[in-house]
């Protein structure tokens, strides 16, 4: 980064450029409304922006504490800044640069969770969100029920009063505030999963239950978990992007995110203790969010993934450059038209043939540099709801799965860590070492490795390996990739 710039912070936001967007009210004044748990670049992209949009229209109790349940980075790289940073928007068009203040304070749970938990016992705070990724819920994907023999479940039923784990915090947190006689906060997930208020929900109601029967109790009956569908796509900032923005900015800031335009949040509107007029920031209150998640996972999500296993197979880092193919851009166009869109309940009003070729537009986005590597990351917990629960739905049909084929084989073939060219690939999931063990025990027959990872219950449940509908077409894909290389397999499958 530049050495001769001043940081970012509320003493040089007035030396910014004039047309670099800013804060327009008073920091100083903002209360905190909502506790966040997952501070990543994805909530900074988003739900911080919506939150950032109500405090500039005078709603400033909604002031949010975030968290990190991990890492201190984000909350290092915001200290010295007043937990400002910047919001780089990128298109074809251009970089639209905007400084963000809806952060009040980051703290590092493992640190300080005793910090962390009387943030969220302060009858201030209405609202938890949460932005954990799939494999932070500590939940089986194939079935969404909690995993009470995950390491973090166990030692926070054993020690409740220092949590580790997201719902270990969440129940805590709220055991506190019944003790004390305050109302419960609303619990909004904005995570990918199915349902993911009633998943949540469901989790944090069995940890507490596994604690107490009445805090159970207490959780089923005056917690509310309303469910969301977010949408935008926020790649991993780089070091040329911190040097790029703090250029322009005329100030160093240590830990910019970089986003697209386009951003999407639809929430179920069940709030019990209030929160920030969002429907006139551009997010949709709705009764249910059911339609469009399901129109999300099954379009966006499911050929994100596609995309990514098979990009990185054939040598592509960016999802940009594996649509610059157009043997891919025909394949994921085919999976979105023939496979996933047929199993689609649509919300009222959607345009659906609109929103794919949105979707389309948005991977070919040049200016947004979305490597492939990282949206193959945790497959275990993604498959189950991006592909297979699509899948499950063409096969009882009877309809052909063969794209969806294609892209649960190229996780097959990615997860054994080693790619085309014989080099290591960095797998990163919370089952990496157990899948590669099965790859290399199977070896290079697609046969036996397809059984063999078929057999990992909790990615694919009970019925599927035994399903010839579904273990069929993926063997017979994996055979391809495995044979002719994934840039072949895509031509003879788009």
């Known amino acids: 980064m530049p ?18 967007r800013r804060p327009g009210y008073d ?19 988003h739900q911080a922006i919506y939150v950032d949009d109500a405090l500039a229209a005078g709603e400033l109790r909604w002031g949010i504490v975030a968290a990190s349940l991990r890492q201190p980075d984000t909350r290092d790289a915001l200290s010295t800044q007043n937990n400002l940073y910047t919001l780089a928007a990128n298109s074809a068009e251009g970089e639209n640069l905007r400084v963000i203040g809806a952060l009040r304070r980051v703290i ?40 009470e023999e995950h390491p973090d479940i166990r030692a926070d039923l054993s020690s409740p009063h220092r949590p580790r784990s997201a719902t270990g915090f969440l129940v805590e947190a709220l055991r506190l505030r019944r003790a004390a006689g305050i109302a419960p906060f609303t619990v909004v997930s904005c995570d990918n999963l199915p349902a993911n208020g009633e998943t949540l929900r469901r989790v944090a109601l069995r940890h507490a239950s596994l604690l107490d ?26 070091d040329a992007d911190r040097v790029r923005i703090s250029d322009r900015l005329c100030v160093t800031d240590a830990w910019p995110v970089v986003t697209e335009p386009f951003t999407q949040w639809v929430i179920e509107d069940r709030f019990p203790q209030g929160r920030p007029r969002f429907e006139e920031y551009g997010a949709e209150l709705v009764d249910d969010v059911a339609p469009y998640e399901t129109m999300k996972l099954r379009l966006l999500n499911a050929s994100h993934s596609t995309l990514a296993y098979l990009g990185y197979l054939a040598g592509y880092e960016t999802i940009a450059e594996t649509m610059a193919d157009e043997s891919f851009a025909r394949l994921v166009t085919g999976l979105m038209d023939e496979e996933m869109g047929p199993t689609l309940s649509l919300p009222p009003g959607a345009a659906l043939d609109a929103y794919k070729r949105a979707l389309l537009e ?29 899948a499950r739905e063409r096969i009882v049909a009877g309809s052909p799965i063969k794209r969806i084929a294609l892209g649960v084989a190229a996780w097959m073939r990615y997860v054994g860590g080693i790619d085309e060219k014989g080099a290591l690939i960095d797998v990163r ?63 003879s499958s788009s």
Not at 110 to 137: C, F, N, Q, S
Not at 435 to 440: V, W
Request: net charge neutral.
């Open 3 to 20: 050495a001769s710039l001043p940081r970012l912070s509320l003493r040089t936001l007035g030396e910014l450029k004039p047309e670099i």
């Open 27 to 45: 920091i100083a004044s903002v209360g905190a409304g909502i506790v966040h748990l997952g501070v990543g670049a994805f909530h900074r992209a």
């Open 108 to 147: 590092v749970a493992p640190e300080h969770p005793a910090a962390l938990l009387a943030a969220m016992a302060d009858p201030a705070i209405r609202i938890v969100t949460l932005t954990i990724t799939e494999k932070g819920y500590c939940h089986d994907p194939a079935t969404g029920e909690l995993n």
């Open 213 to 238: 029967a009445d805090l159970g109790a207490f959780v089923a009956g005056e917690v509310a978990f309303p469910s969301t569908m977010v949408d935008r796509i926020v790649p991993a900032t780089t």
């Open 362 to 390: 948005r991977f070919r986005n040049p200016a947004l540099r979305h490597r492939t590597w990282q949206i193959a990351m945790d497959g275990s917990q993604k498959l189950p709801q991006r592909l297979l629960a699509g």
């Open 429 to 491: 999931d919370p089952l990496a070492g157990r899948l590669r063990a099965i790859s290399e025990a199977a070896g290079p027959d697609a046969e036996r490795l397809a059984g063999s990872l078929l057999g990992v219950r909790e990615i694919f449940g009970d019925d599927l390996a035994h399903n010839p509908g579904f273990a069929g077409p993926v063997t017979s894909a994996l055979e391809l990739l495995l044979r002719a290389g994934a840039k072949a397999a895509v031509r």
